[in-house]
């Protein structure tokens, strides 16, 4: 298993969950990074994975890849993943982006799938969970799709 983010605080925070449930964190990769950078350097050396977790933040800001909005960029983080991912595998993305709307993440995620030369073979969307009230002043922002791909 490997967790890739930017932040060190989240990556010791993943560390230090493995411990708190008694898994051996040495038994994982923890990168720090640049997602963009890391996901060519993993398909270079041909990693594979049976699941791809997507979970970016609405917005970050890299040295390596400049700015990254969930609403205009997530094609491009599902492109650079899908090497990544065997066939058959699953592809969670989540997007906590109010300007995307579920219909509109679904559309981007198969045309960037398919735009890979792969295809959804089934698909789950998960809409925001109860412990994320829902409410007239604050919408279900989270989105959350999981993707069979062949």
């Excluded at 205009?72 to 995307?100: E, K, Q, T």
């Excluded at 809409?127 to 829902?134: L, N, T």
Aim: hydrophobic content about 40%; some cysteine.
């Amino acid at each position: 298993m490997t967790s890739l983010d930017l932040s060190r605080k989240y990556l010791d925070w993943g560390r230090r969950n493995f411990e708190l449930n008694g898994l051996d964190p040495a038994d994982h990769d923890f990168i720090y990074g640049d997602a963009f950078d890391w996901l060519r350097r993993l398909a270079r050396k041909r990693r594979c994975f049976d699941l791809v977790v997507l979970d970016p933040p609405t917005f970050s800001q890299s040295k390596a890849s400049g700015s990254f909005r969930a609403e205009h960029d997530y094609p491009r983080l599902v492109s650079a993943a899908m090497p990544l991912l065997r066939p058959g595998g699953v592809l969670l993305a989540c997007a906590n982006a109010a300007r995307l709307t579920a219909a509109a993440f679904g559309e981007t995620l198969h045309a960037a799938v398919g735009a890979a030369g792969r295809r959804v073979e089934l698909e789950h969307f998960a809409p925001q969970p109860p412990d994320f009230p829902v409410t007239r002043d604050e919408p279900g922002h989270l989105k959350t799709f999981w993707l069979r791909v062949q």
